[in-house]
């Protein structure tokens, strides 16, 4: 025997805000698990953290992205002092979420192109010379990123029927 959720079930699922916090906080836990797993077996870094919390943005309120960016900030810096990466890391995220009501079209093409540019932002304000230390770069940032980006949304977009 089956067990199915209708369409309207779905949606009461995620209605709490406690709920949609704890569904961004695991989804956040495991992009943040890919990219530790992704830097120790492939030596390089994606930012999927970064990448979850452009796609989170475009599904939960400013108060529940304000404590996913915080948390992300706690777990990315190491050190005591204040940097401009993490400077980054926190305002693009909230420039999604400060703008998504005025993004046009369809929102997977959107997705795309906000997580593309997120990640091509951040490492153009913080590492510059990505782009000229070897070609092969950034490719090898940017297609995973937009990869998880496309699986993450789609999957959320399911669920919030959004």
């Given at each position: 025997m089956k067990f199915q959720f209708s369409g309207r079930e779905k949606i009461k699922m995620f209605e709490g805000s406690e709920k949609r916090m704890?569904?961004?906080f695991l989804i956040f836990s495991l992009a943040a698990?890919?990219?530790f797993?992704?830097?120790l077996v492939f030596d390089f870094k994606v930012d999927f953290i970064l990448v979850s919390l452009i796609v989170l943005a475009l599904f939960l309120s400013f108060e529940e992205m304000i404590l996913l960016v915080l948390a992300g900030v706690w777990?990315?810096?190491?050190q005591r002092s204040f940097s401009l990466e993490i400077l980054y890391f926190?305002?693009?995220?909230m420039v999604v979420?400060?703008?998504r009501r005025l993004l046009p079209g369809k929102l997977g093409v959107t997705n795309f192109m906000l997580v593309l540019l997120g990640v091509m932002?951040?490492?153009?304000?913080?590492?510059?010379?990505i782009f000229f230390s070897r070609a092969v770069n950034v490719p090898l940032v940017s297609v995973p990123a937009v990869i998880f980006g496309s699986i993450l949304f789609?999957?959320?977009r399911r669920l919030f029927r959004f």
């Open positions: 704890g569904l961004g698990m890919l990219q797993w992704f830097l777990l990315l810096n190491w926190l305002i693009i995220p979420i400060a703008f932002l951040f490492y153009t304000f913080s590492n510059f010379s789609f999957g959320l």
